[in-house]
């Protein structure tokens, strides 16, 4: 007898009503479809290219191609399922604690079991379904040959397995934490927290590892010292003679402790589903810092008696009364709060920055760049949320009506809005100009720039550069994030549209504009092909090697115009031409950073260009506003209002009290 | 002269308000007008457009058509002015629960561009007006709905505005409450203020308002005084008798009296009083001559009037908005 399942039958029909599902299937459709494409293409122009001359017109030299091209796009689909599980099921239950309809749940006659297995199921079907678009695809690269049925059905058991895992632990999040912006956070951390410690032991303890994912790899394609390479457990273990049916079994038992783990957090999330079902929506942040605060303010009545060094200033808003609530009455804006995120952040970033101050002898320091990444990334994150929430907080806790219905304009509100983030931005820079301050360190030779003063200029121009930038690239970040944000009805939907569009943005710009990529390559090629014009016109020759640096260094002027983390890039030139340290290739900066005149006017053009776009957003955004915030402002009123006296017809208030 | 141009100008002035959503005609040339320092209610069943109006009114709301005017500058052209003059309390409480009420109140008092020096004594004030100044130091988020509903007020208040419109302030208080957001609301009426009120609450409304707009899907029903809309009626006119003892054969008595068309008993009652209602040719002074030749000791006489429940009832459309 088939059970009747009302709650997946309810979820999966709201699903369908979405417009979002049919956007997020069809570009996902077209992401994994166009990476398919492009593994094809290049595979097929590696094997023709590869046979020449006699039978390179045969069509069965393609025979066995399969296996490249299906090597090359798994990973596309474990890196699909491990990007879009968790959005999709982080809300699955916080919405209805959001909604206040987890009451109504308990009292019908499912059980805590059967809604959190229903809500499982809810999400695992759009993900397959998903899955399901590009199994076309991979039986035209199965009918290619040299693809195992043992190595096709355990990608598919793995894939299978991977869901399982990523959903579990949004359901988890999803039942434990009261808002759906909580759980899609936690969700990601956890998800990108699971994959460094996986990456971490891949090496060495494969096969205890509960990512189906790094299974897949230890299984089917192997580690070597350099990244992946044909030593793969299957292929090292049978030698070939083991049955097809055995290794099948094999890559079975190699996923149970990831099922045993995906059992335990859905066993966790059913606890958590009647535990965790009423608790306050109010910031988890908040809440943390105040039991901190609690457990200090007791240690310091046991140890000096109550002591109290420096009191909390109370403040009342003189006539920014918007920045005055941001910065005073919120988790990220109170200035002790504030000190302990810098704290948290600042600590370990000082802590590795001194490390490879004193233990590191090479120049080029790969590892504090990548730190760099690290902090920016999780700065860009904050930020995106803070950022996008700015407006979506108030609709949702019912309080911009009161606020819209005040003279403040709908620029004020937002401006006043960002400016109470500044703080928050600067305690979020201290990290990201240590790094920068300790490259700096590590990079040049303060004895032998002392001795020119030309090079100490530079030296500060640098500096100065990675100040403002930093604190430029947030700006951008920010008021992108405010205007992605400014529309939407909840908190959830505006954070993962901030976080999203933000992530977006970051990856295909760094996809497009990195050296050797599309962008990089084309105006490289424009640029060469108007030189060689000029030159065939004119006549004369011209040296080789200033041209193609000069191609390169326009193209890394525009490449950092579109990217993100352009100006950062931009900046960077700087420093390797005036250090000189060892500088790879690869890097967008190496071609302005070969001259100090190219490097300083690329790093000015990408600033210059950084602030025009800072305040076209910002202008693009104060436009939007009135209408996005759902009220009319005439045009005239971008000005400060005068200061409102009492001027009543009948009277004060006070008068008419009195 | 500058009382007489204050009185000759509209509080509110909406003519021909139309607007849509996604299709949906939610206001259809509505049309009505609120003098000054008056009480006006604006009722109508849910989805009417009640709250579509106001938002319109407090320059929330961009109609598709028409003009609203508040103390006869348009909403459309002078939006700032206009929330200078106003005080909006929505229908939800917008309330930043983790500030003091001292607090929420200046911060709104800064929104409104009130000087530093004055909004002590104003948050004072309006605080002493809504009996909340003894809880000025409180969370909001401790405070009870009904004092968290006094707090809204008095932050609509905190800028001294000429009118104030105040969306279902009654709505989920306990009777105690409400009675006193009615007694402050009286109170208001008496400082001069013009207060529109949206609510669902008739009994009180009737007792309350001077005049009185009711809306359903959309368009305006009835916009006027309250006393036009409780004795308008297209009935025949009907009297209520209380005799100051019981007597036989009283109904059939009054019946052959001329001019009488119908005298009924009301349910639950001693035998002293009666519903009479006459032919409109008859006038109430008429038929007393009459009724005083039975000899019956009369102990009162009243014309009968319509309840605004019943006005409410007559006026809009039973069933849903399709």
Known sequence: MIPELPLLRRELAELSSRRRTYVIRFVGAIIVLTTVMVYYNFHMALLGSSISGFGSANPHRFLGAGAPIFRGLVPVLFVSVQLLMPALICGSITIEKERNTIGTLFVTRLSPMTIVLEKLGSRLVPMFTFLLLTFPVLAVVYSLGGVETTFLLGTLWLLFCECLLHASIGLLCSSWFA??????????????????????????????LPTPYYLWI?????????????????SQSSSGFLHPLAQMLFVVATTIPSLMVTAVMVLMARVFLVRRAFISSASVMLKVFKSIDGFFV????????????????????????????????????????????????EGPTLFICVGAATVSARSDFSGLRDLLLLVWGIVAMILAMKGATIISTERVRETLDALLSTPLTA???????????????????????????????????????????????????????????????????????????????????SAMTGICLIAGWVIVSSFLGR?????????????????????????????????????QTIAAVICCMIRADGGIQANEGVLVAVGNPYVEKTELYYAPSRSIHAALTVATVVFLWQVLLLLLIRMLTLRLAPRMLGRFDQESEYHTPEVQHFTSPSGTISEMIA | ???????????????????????????????????????HGFVGPNGAGKTTTLK??????????????????????????????IGFMPDHFSMYRQMTVFEYLDFFAAAYGLQLKQRDQVIHDVLTLTDMDGRRNDLISGLSRGMQQRVSLARVLVH???????????????????????????????MGKTVFISSHILSELAELCDSVTIIDRGQVKFSGPMEVLLESSDELPTYNLRLAAVYDNVITRIRELPGVNDVKEPEFTTGRDFNIQLASSLSANDFLKSLLTLDLPISSFSQQRRDLNQAFMDLTTRGVRT
């Open chain 1, 179 to 208: 808002t759906t912006v909580t759980a899609f956070i936690w969700s990601y951390g956890l998800t990108g927290l699971l994959a460094v410690f996986s990456s971490l032991f891949a090496h060495d303890l494969p096969l205890a």
């Open chain 2, 56 to 85: 319109a009114i407090c320059t929330l709301l961009k109609p598709s058509w028409g003009e609203i005017q508040v103390f006869g500058s348009s909403v459309r052209a002078d939006p700032i002015s206009v929330r200078r003059r």
């Open chain 1, 515 to 551: 050296p050797g990529g599309y962008v990089f390559e084309a105006f490289s090629n424009i640029c060469q092909s108007i030189q060689q014009g000029d030159s065939s016109r004119s006549g004369s020759e011209n040296n080789e090697t200033p041209t193609m640096q000069l191609n």
């Open chain 2, 160 to 190: 001294d505005p000429d009118l104030l419109l105040l969306d279902e302030p009654a709505s989920g208080l306990d009777p105690r409450a409400r009675i006193e957001l009615m007694e402050i609301l009286r109170e208001l009426r008496r």
């Open chain 1, 298 to 345: 007791r240690l310091n009545d046991r140890t000096t008696g109550g002591m109290v060094l420096m009191k909390d200033y109370t403040s009342l808003p003189l006539f920014d009364p918007v920045a005055w609530r941001e910065r005073s009455k919120k988790s990220l804006g109170k200035a002790r709060y504030l000190f302990r995120i810098l704290v948290v952040m």
């Open chain 1, 218 to 234: 230890a299984a089917f394609q192997g580690f070597n010292s350099s990244g992946y390479g044909n030593n793969s457990l299957l």
């Open chain 1, 411 to 493: 620029k004020e509100i937002l401006t006043q809005k960002v400016a109470g983030m500044q703080r928050l931005m600067m305690v979020l820079a201290i990290p990201i100009l240590s790094v920068h301050f300790t490259l700096l360190l590590l990079n040049v030779d303060f004895r032998e720039i002392m001795s020119s003063p030309a090079t100490i200029l530079i030296v500060v121009w640098y500096t100065l550069g990675f100040i403002l930038t930093t604190f430029l690239t947030m700006q951008i970040l920010v008021w992108l994030a405010v205007l992605f944000g400014l529309r939407s009805q909840s908190q959830s939907r």
């Open chain 2, 1 to 39: 002269m500058s009382v007489v141009t204050q009185q000759t100008i509209p509080a509110i002035s909406v003519t021909n308000l139309s607007h849509a959503f996604k299709g949906h005609q939610a206001l259809s040339q509505v049309t009505f007008c609120v003098m000054p320092q008056t009480l």
